[in-house]
């Protein structure tokens, strides 16, 4: 499966660790992660090296292109939201939003009220890696319907 992995480049990147955990799950699960970059130190300035253009054209083709969106939003940025609401809009693939509950406060009543996407609350990695082992399987399987946690 293609997954649109969505995540801040520009606004906080505390949960990083647990987007680097998400993209290596998937790829372990066998999916394509066409935005792995992301989980980078240099995404930031790998994205500025391309120019604003550049990079929303290349999403927007991945957008339209994938499978599924998973984002972790707990430090989400206009951009997240942007792909998310895009996606949702468009009703084209699903979309999964994982957000660390000690942020919770934090996050738009936009994202913790919408019915039209997964939302998944997690305090460990552990949560997160069972809910995609459970939801999302492996990549010759097909995606098993999820729901709202």
Same mark, same amino acid.
């Given at each position: 499966?293609?997954?649109?992995?969505? *995540?801040?480049?520009a606004? /906080?990147?505390s949960?990083?660790?647990?987007?680097?955990?998400?993209v290596?799950?998937?790829e372990?699960? =066998?999916?394509? @992660?066409l935005?792995?970059?992301?989980? /980078?130190?240099?995404?930031?300035a790998? /994205?500025?090296s391309? =120019?604003?253009l550049?990079?929303?054209?290349r999403?927007?083709?991945w957008?339209?292109t994938?499978d !599924?969106?998973?984002?972790? @939003? &707990?430090?989400s940025s *206009? =951009?997240?939201? *942007?792909?998310? =609401?895009? !996606?949702l809009?468009?009703e084209t693939?699903?979309?999964?939003? *994982?957000? /660390?509950?000690? !942020?919770?406060d934090k996050?738009?009543?936009l994202?913790?009220?919408?019915s039209?996407?997964? !939302?998944?609350?997690?305090s &460990?990695?552990?949560?997160?890696?069972t809910?995609?082992?459970?939801? @999302?399987?492996?990549?010759?399987?097909?995606?098993? &319907? @999820?729901s709202r946690?």
């Amino acid at each position: 499966m293609r997954i649109y992995f969505g *995540f801040t480049v520009a606004g /906080d990147r505390s949960t990083l660790e647990t987007a680097r955990n998400i993209v290596r799950c998937l790829e372990r699960l =066998g999916h394509e @992660v066409l935005t792995r970059h992301l989980v /980078d130190e240099d995404a930031r300035a790998a /994205d500025r090296s391309l =120019g604003p253009l550049a990079v929303y054209k290349r999403d927007m083709a991945w957008l339209r292109t994938c499978d !599924l969106f998973i984002a972790e @939003v &707990s430090g989400s940025s *206009f =951009g997240v939201g *942007f792909e998310a =609401g895009y !996606l949702l809009g468009a009703e084209t693939a699903k979309v999964i939003l *994982f957000y /660390d509950r000690r !942020l919770e406060d934090k996050l738009s009543y936009l994202i913790t009220g919408n019915s039209s996407c997964t !939302l998944v609350p997690y305090s &460990s990695f552990t949560e997160v890696e069972t809910f995609l082992k459970d939801n @999302v399987g492996r990549a010759a399987c097909p995606a098993t &319907s @999820v729901s709202r946690q």
